[in-house]
């Protein structure tokens, strides 16, 4: 299974700003991943972030409001920009092994004022 | 109608009952199942894949009906650990995951 860090694990911040999550894998991978989990929501996919290439976004999520960068196999930030409450929530990235299964960060719980 | 559905719960049973959650997916074209568990403010993490034969491991036990498009899981025993989020996930596509909103179990003494 892969360990990955995830950082920071909280934070509070102002409207109209910006948080940039980042997330370490002990591994190389392909593809990482990054999901948000509203309150009393499930986990919903925000993009796919592959080495080398642009990340791969969900409908509904957009690169100027969520831009991602993958500068390497074990290494990936997602940016949170202007944000606003409606942003508030939890952000995960995970990778997932060659059988499929999902192995996620501890989450970046996030609070916008 | 959302991709994957559970009934949200919460399940309140005491300790060592059995007790069984379902799922079901609205695309016949999903090619993977799995069970995750999510605990109160943590990340899910992976109970166990579900196969078409139905699998078991230790006291859970998943089952897929394909021609129903339904998941279940069932646990026996229950234990005060077990109290958690149970989330129902689907592939639809290449690493493609659905989530359900999960299903809250409360095993109380």
């Known amino acids: 299974s892969a360990v990955i860090s995830q950082k920071p694990s909280r934070d509070i911040c102002q409207r109209g700003t910006s948080l940039t999550i980042q997330c370490q894998v002990d591994?190389?991978?392909?593809?990482m991943f990054w999901y948000r989990q509203q309150p009393g929501q499930s986990l919903t996919l925000i993009a796919t972030a592959n080495q080398g290439s642009e990340a791969t976004y969900e409908s509904g999520f957009v690169i100027d409001k969520f831009p991602i960068s993958r500068p390497n196999l074990t290494f990936s930030t997602l940016t949170v920009s202007n944000m606003s409450p409606e942003d508030s929530s939890i952000y995960l990235c995970?990778?997932?092994?060659?059988?499929?299964?999902?192995?996620f960060g501890s989450g970046t719980q996030l609070s916008v004022l | 109608r959302k991709e994957v559905e559970q009934d949200p719960g919460p399940f309140n049973v005491p300790e060592g009952a059995t007790v069984a959650f379902n799922c079901t997916y609205s695309?016949?074209?999903?090619?993977?199942f799995f069970w995750y568990r999510q605990d109160c403010r943590k990340e899910p993490k992976l109970l166990m894949s579900v196969y078409s034969s139905g699998n078991e491991d230790g006291r859970f036990t998943a089952q897929l009906n394909r021609a129903s498009q339904y998941i279940s899981l069932l646990i026996r025993d229950s234990k005060l650990s077990d109290s958690a989020t149970y989330l129902c996930?689907?592939?639809?596509?290449?690493?493609?995951?659905?989530f359900g909103t999960g299903t809250r179990l409360l095993v109380s003494p």
């Open positions: 996930v689907v592939r639809i596509g290449f690493q493609k995951l659905v």
């Open positions: 591994s190389q991978v392909t593809m």
């Open positions: 995970s990778v997932a092994d060659p059988n499929e299964k999902l192995f």
């Open positions: 695309n016949s074209a999903s090619q993977s």
